[in-house]
């Protein structure tokens, strides 16, 4: 079947304007994962959500950063007055199963943003 | 937290070697440790995985070992093909519990020179 997708794939964004990125995870796929991956670093987790609840928003880099996934499947993450600190690559990740069992994460293609 | 170290940061080979790529943790609570390839532009997939209550793990020509006393794991690709190059990103967290966030190293850029 289809595998984790992401739009856009690029955006470029002006500094102080909001963006959103969308994640489509695997159909039926309970855990939601965003992570934010710099140039050279290892993804970095920003927040998790288990069906419709956002259950660790702990690596949310600031208020600016909002995420929301209101009927347990779709995702958005919302970057508001964005900053050229925020250049980076989202990627969205799914589990099939809650944490508390086993499950790959399963990660989308990300979104490159670009904040001039 | 959990704190994740991965070396070496880059790694070249000759194709046909072998390449280790180690990385060691910090929180005693984890208990599971993927290891991701990610091709240039290309989302992270997973490769091989370990649980805490396993010491080796193998598949085809990689596997990737764990000891829990020292905290470090490391993953080992036998007879490279330059398809490997790539880069690879160790990972840890715990299972059990509702924190399933992965930890990830900094990642190491493997080259393998035909």
């Known amino acids: 079947g289809a595998g984790v997708s992401q739009s856009p794939r690029y955006k470029v964004a002006k500094r102080g304007q909001d963006v959103a990125l969308r994640c489509d995870p695997i159909?039926?796929?309970?855990?939601l994962f965003w992570y934010q991956q710099a140039l050279g670093q290892g993804p970095e987790f920003l927040t998790y959500f288990q069906n419709e609840a956002q259950l660790d928003k702990s690596g949310l880099p600031s208020d600016r950063f909002f995420a929301e996934r209101p009927e347990g499947s779709v995702s958005t993450l919302k970057i508001q007055r964005t900053q050229q600190e925020d250049s980076a690559v989202y990627l969205c990740?799914?589990?099939?199963?809650?944490?508390?069992?086993?499950?790959?994460?399963?990660f989308g293609p990300g979104t490159r943003l670009t904040v001039l | 937290g959990e704190n994740v170290e991965q070396h070496p940061s880059t790694l070249s080979v000759q194709e046909g070697d072998s390449a280790v790529i180690k990385c060691t943790y910090s929180?005693?609570?984890?208990?599971?440790f993927p290891w991701y390839k990610q091709e240039l532009g290309k989302r992270p997939q997973l490769i091989i995985d370990?649980?805490?209550?396993?010491g080796e793990k193998k598949d085809q020509r990689i596997a990737v070992t764990l000891n829990k006393t020292a905290k470090h794991f490391s993953l080992h690709i036998t007879e490279t093909q330059p398809e490997d190059s790539a880069v690879y990103f160790c990972?840890?967290?715990?299972?059990?519990?509702?924190?399933?966030?992965?930890?990830f190293g900094r990642g190491t850029q493997l080259t393998v020179w035909p």
């Open positions: 159909s039926g796929h309970v855990s």
């Open positions: 990972a840890a967290s715990r299972r059990g519990s509702t924190l399933g966030r992965l930890y």
């Open positions: 929180d005693s609570a984890s208990n599971y």
């Open positions: 990740a799914s589990t099939l199963v809650p944490t508390s069992g086993s499950g790959e994460q399963f």
């Open positions: 370990i649980r805490s209550n396993v």
